[in-house]
């Protein structure tokens, strides 16, 4: 098994920035990319971002792109979102989710509890 653990969300005024981690431990070999998914009050849970392990084939949605980045530290076994220029339409909950097949066939396996992020007007 996998646990994932998330931190660093908040409220923060629109403009501002956030950082999101979130720590894996247990069988983290059975993983192979780890991402960011989202869901705000009455809508789906939507994709965010994803990387692989190494490093390699970042991906992001269009709604967040040029504005997030993700990245992760091995030695760490984490996984980070650089929340810039953030809108009130960002809020939402934010889970961490790890995959056991790579970002172009990016399958969730394992969620972390989620952190709320909010945005102010």
């Known amino acids: 098994q996998v646990?994932?653990?998330?931190?660093?969300?908040?409220?923060?005024?629109?403009?501002?920035?956030?950082?999101?981690?979130?720590?894996?431990s247990g069988r983290t070999v059975n993983m192979y990319a780890m991402g960011w998914f989202r869901q705000a009050p009455g809508k789906e849970r939507e994709?965010?971002?994803?990387?692989?392990?190494?490093?390699?084939?970042?991906?992001?949605a269009d709604s967040v792109k040029d504005r997030f980045i993700i990245s992760r530290d091995n030695a760490k076994n984490a996984v980070y979102l650089q929340m810039n220029s953030l809108k009130p339409e960002d809020t939402a909950v934010y889970y961490c989710a790890g995959s056991s097949r790579p970002v172009a066939h990016?399958?969730?396996?394992?969620?972390g509890q989620g952190t709320q992020v909010t945005v102010s007007s």
């Open 106 to 111: 990016f399958r969730t396996d394992y969620w």
């Open 3 to 24: 646990q994932l653990v998330e931190s660093g969300g908040g409220l923060v005024q629109a403009g501002g920035s956030l950082r999101l981690a979130c720590t894996a």
């Open 47 to 60: 994709f965010v971002a994803a990387i692989n392990w190494s490093g390699g084939s970042p991906a992001n």
